[in-house]
Nanobody, 123 residues
Framework: QVQLVESGGGLVQAGGSLRLSCAAS????????MGWFRQAPGKEREFVSA????????AYADSVKGRFTISRDNAKNTEYLQMNSLKPEDTAVYYC????????????????WGQGTEVTVST
């Protein structure tokens, strides 16, 4: 099992930037894929981005491609999500998740979840 703690959320104006972090503890961080999902009020949790165990392959939802960048530092057991050019529709609770070595785009691909960090983008 992996324990995950997100940080870095907050209130930002449209066009601004935030960097989310996810600190992991438990089994070896470099052995599993990491993902970011988000859930807006009244909506289902949706895929944002994922990165495989080595960091050499990433994936993004079309809605964030070109604006968000996922990365990981296996030495620090931490995953990041750099979010630029934020839009009001990016407002949501953002969750990090840990899965098998190659991850995926579905909630069911990930076994361990953080508690979430709230991101609010104002107009």
């Amino acid at each position: 099992q992996v324990q995950l703690v997100e940080s870095g959320g907050g209130l930002v104006q449209a066009g601004g930037s935030l960097r989310l972090s996810c600190a992991a503890s438990g089994r070896s961080f470099s052995s599993y894929a990491m993902g970011w999902f988000r859930q807006a009020p009244g909506k289902e949790r949706e895929f944002v981005s994922a990165i495989i165990w080595s960091g050499r392959r990433t994936a993004y939802a079309d809605s964030v491609k070109g604006r968000f960048t996922i990365s990981r530092d296996n030495a620090k057991n931490t995953e990041y999500l750099q979010m630029n050019s934020l839009k009001p529709e990016d407002t949501a609770v953002y969750y990090c998740a840990a899965g098998d070595a190659y991850g995926g785009r579905s909630v069911s691909d990930y076994a361990d979840w953080g508690q979430g960090t709230e991101v609010t983008v104002s107009t």
